[in-house]
């Protein structure tokens, strides 16, 4: 099966842009899908497809790919984006499977 | 607003089945634009794909997982469940059932979790 490699700790400043990748074989077919997971609570999805925020997400995030790796950046970081982030795609081994990445712990200076 | 709900019991002795169930409230489990799936969470740890199922049995289970899992639905009661064979310590996790849409294959609903502990 697949595996989605994510740094585990990343830190930004208040108000700064920060990008966190997810690299994969299976990000070379399929989209990576973001979510955020803050302390005791659901993970809560980003960003889906190509670039698609749900509704309620803020534009200040946005997601791209290229190759093997898929990016989430948010731009203008906030206090409140302060969370784990995953990644998720489909398997590219022939059954639709899920795979997910391990996790980047996001802190917010 | 569609809605999933955990339940099952929150202690598992090691080696027994743990069983969980998720309530799909405001919608139908028998729907036919989405699987559903669960995913479990270890204490301080990431997530992991548990397995998906679709309303009329199909169901896809995590290698790792595959010979001790079972999931299915339940359609007169709106409901999926999952089953987890011969648990361990290793299984003590955050348990989250979710709807998992075609489109673009993601998670899009998940319900609140419930905590599963094995311990004797």
């Known amino acids: 099966s697949s595996e989605l490699t994510q740094d585990p700790g990343v830190s930004v400043a208040l108000g700064q842009t920060v990008r966190i990748t997810c690299q994969g074989d299976?990000?070379?077919?399929?989209?990576a899908t973001w979510y955020q997971q803050k302390p005791g609570q659901a993970p809560v999805v980003v960003i889906y497809g190509k670039d698609n925020r749900p509704s309620g997400i803020p534009d200040r995030f946005s997601g791209s790919s290229s190759g093997n790796t898929a990016s989430l950046t948010i731009t203008g970081v906030q206090a409140e984006d302060e969370a784990d982030f995953y990644c998720?795609?489909?398997?590219?081994?022939?059954?639709?499977?899920?795979?997910f990445g391990g996790g980047t712990k996001l802190t917010v200076l | 607003q569609l809605q999933l709900q955990e339940s099952g019991p929150g202690l598992v002795k090691p080696s027994e089945t743990m069983s969980l169930t998720c309530t799909v409230s405001g919608g139908s489990v028998s729907s036919s634009t989405n699987y559903w799936g669960w995913i479990r969470q270890p204490p301080g740890k990431g997530l992991e794909w548990i397995g998906s199922?679709?309303?009329?049995?199909?169901?896809y289970y995590n290698p790792s997982l595959q010979s001790r899992v079972t999931m299915f639905v339940d359609t007169s009661n709106n409901q999926f469940s999952l089953r987890l064979r011969s648990v361990t310590a290793a299984d003590t996790a955050v348990y989250y059932c979710?709807?998992?849409?075609?489109?673009?294959?993601?998670?899009?609903?998940w319900g609140r979790g419930s905590l599963v502990t094995v311990s004797s």
């Open positions: 199922l679709f309303y009329s049995g199909s169901t």
């Open positions: 299976s990000l070379r077919s399929y989209y």
């Open positions: 979710a709807r998992l849409l075609l489109t673009y294959w993601y998670f899009d609903l």
């Open positions: 998720s795609s489909r398997d590219n081994s022939g059954d639709p499977h899920v795979v």
